[in-house]
């Protein structure tokens, strides 16, 4: 279960990107893309949140921007209390170095076989973390730890497996490795980026079980990305987790596992479940949008970013971009949740 501790503070980040309108054309109009667009989030220690939403939403992103492998165009990352990008400059005067965050701050890609140095054994791999982490380490006691860690994660006999090449083993097995890779820097947060997606789905709750089991062992937390909301249901519901549902850059909902699943407040964590058939839900009926097309990120919708495809858009959600709510134990981005609000009284979009 999460601590009371905060590990990473985001305040109103954003993540502009400027696309040029032709590679052709040097001297084209610059164009900025949204990728993230005012998220505040609080992790704490032993926390799990997932970040759902469709391909482009803006997920990864945000995931990169908060272990500070993506830069902030606007607000700032916190770790423990501390802005990681003024760290980073050497603008403040701290006992805390980069490399110490770096250090705690750790990703499991997709394709773990694109990360794994294909020229180097399991156990030259593996030893890298705990050169940074211990350098005084005997190469015996590297060993030692290796092994154990190979034994916990189910690659045994973990001697024969230590001088394995990357290519010689399956997709799940790379997985694994990359997982104690993470493990070994004895990281604070784990940004898991779409870590089972490429999985048997006969794997992928085995997976999720192991990553859990383990963050008991090590005190971690996990950012967990996923396009699947049955994946992320499962990990933050056996975690007292949270999942954060994303639309074009923004959280447009984030509350505990069942609360999100079984009571939505937003209307587009309501497109998720009807378009969701492993969540095992009664019969969701016709498609709960307007519209099906998502709009264009590099020219999102005026007002709430939704309300183009939303069933429950009225006049009041073209006119401005709502404000986070408390409801219950959700934090919902939507006007909806104001029972005074001039919404109610606006009339209906129709087109």
Not at 25 to 35: I, K, L, M, P
Not at 265 to 283: G, K
């Given at each position: 279960?999460?601590?009371?501790?905060?590990?990473?503070?985001?305040?109103?980040?954003?993540?502009?990107?400027?696309?040029?309108?032709?590679?052709?054309?040097?001297?084209?109009?610059?164009?900025?893309?949204?990728?993230?667009?005012?998220?505040?989030?609080?992790?704490?220690?032993?926390?799990?949140?997932?970040?759902?939403?469709?391909?482009?939403?803006?997920?990864?992103?945000?995931?990169?921007?908060?272990?500070?492998?993506?830069?902030?165009?606007?607000?700032?990352?916190?770790?423990?209390?501390?802005?990681?990008?003024?760290?980073?400059?050497?603008?403040?005067?701290?006992?805390?170095?980069?490399?110490?965050?770096?250090?705690?701050?750790?990703?499991?890609?997709?394709?773990?076989?694109?990360?794994?140095?294909?020229?180097?054994?399991l156990v030259s791999i593996l030893s890298e973390p705990l050169r940074q982490v211990n350098p005084n380490l005997s190469k015996q006691e590297k060993r030692e730890?290796?092994?154990?860690?190979?034994?916990?994660?189910?690659?045994?006999?973990?001697?024969?497996?230590?001088?394995?090449?990357?290519?010689?083993?399956?997709?799940?097995?790379?997985?694994?490795?990359?997982?104690?890779?993470?493990?070994?820097?004895?990281?604070?947060?784990?940004?898991?980026?779409?870590?089972?997606?490429?999985?048997?789905?006969?794997?992928?709750?085995?997976?999720?079980?192991?990553?859990?089991?383990?963050?008991?062992?090590?005190?971690?937390?996990?950012?967990?990305?996923?396009?699947?909301?049955?994946?992320?249901?499962?990990?933050?519901?056996?975690?007292?987790?949270?999942?954060?549902?994303?639309?074009?850059?923004?959280?447009?909902?984030?509350?505990?596992?069942?609360?999100?699943?079984?009571?939505?407040?937003?209307?587009?964590?309501?497109?998720?479940?009807?378009?969701?058939?492993?969540?095992?839900?009664?019969?969701?009926?016709?498609?709960?949008?307007?519209?099906?097309?998502?709009?264009?990120?590099?020219?999102?919708?005026?007002?709430?970013?939704?309300?183009?495809?939303?069933?429950?858009?009225?006049?009041?959600?073209?006119?401005?971009?709502?404000?986070?709510?408390?409801?219950?134990?959700?934090?919902?981005?939507?006007?909806?949740?104001?029972?005074?609000?001039?919404?109610?009284?606006?009339?209906?979009?129709?087109?």
């Amino acid at each position: 279960m999460p601590g009371d501790e905060v590990v990473l503070t985001l305040e109103d980040v954003e993540v502009h990107f400027e696309n040029k309108s032709s590679l052709l054309d040097f001297g084209g109009e610059s164009e900025t893309v949204r990728a993230v667009d005012g998220v505040s989030l609080d992790i704490y220690e032993r926390d799990v949140i997932a970040l759902v939403g469709e391909s482009g939403c803006g997920k990864t992103t945000l995931g990169k921007t908060s272990i500070g492998l993506q830069r902030p165009t606007g607000g700032s990352v916190k770790y423990r209390g501390e802005d990681i990008w003024d760290i980073r400059d050497g603008k403040v005067d701290t006992d805390t170095e980069w490399a110490d965050i770096r250090q705690s701050l750790q990703i499991i890609h997709q394709d773990p076989g694109a990360s794994l140095n294909p020229n180097r054994r399991l156990v030259s791999i593996l030893s890298e973390p705990l050169r940074q982490v211990n350098p005084n380490l005997s190469k015996q006691e590297k060993r030692e730890r290796i092994y154990a860690l190979l034994e916990r994660v189910g690659m045994t006999p973990a001697a024969d497996f230590a001088e394995r090449y990357p290519h010689q083993l399956s997709g799940g097995e790379q997985q694994r490795v990359a997982l104690c890779r993470a493990l070994l820097m004895n990281p604070d947060v784990i940004l898991a980026d779409e870590a089972i997606s490429a999985l048997d789905v006969s794997l992928r709750v085995e997976m999720m079980d192991l990553m859990l089991d383990l963050q008991e062992e090590f005190d971690t937390s996990y950012v967990f990305i996923s396009h699947d909301l049955s994946n992320a249901r499962y990990f933050t519901a056996h975690s007292g987790g949270r999942i954060g549902v994303m639309y074009l850059g923004q959280i447009a909902e984030i509350g505990p596992a069942e609360a999100m699943i079984q009571d939505p407040h937003h209307p587009y964590t309501n497109v998720l479940r009807w378009a969701t058939p492993d969540l095992s839900l009664q019969d969701a009926g016709e498609v709960p949008m307007r519209k099906i097309d998502i709009p264009d990120p590099i020219d999102p919708p005026k007002g709430c970013n939704f309300q183009t495809r939303c069933p429950e858009a009225r006049e009041a959600c073209r006119q401005a971009d709502p404000q986070t709510y408390h409801a219950e134990n959700q934090r919902v981005r939507c006007f909806r949740e104001d029972e005074d609000h001039e919404y109610w009284e606006s009339p209906e979009l129709t087109d």
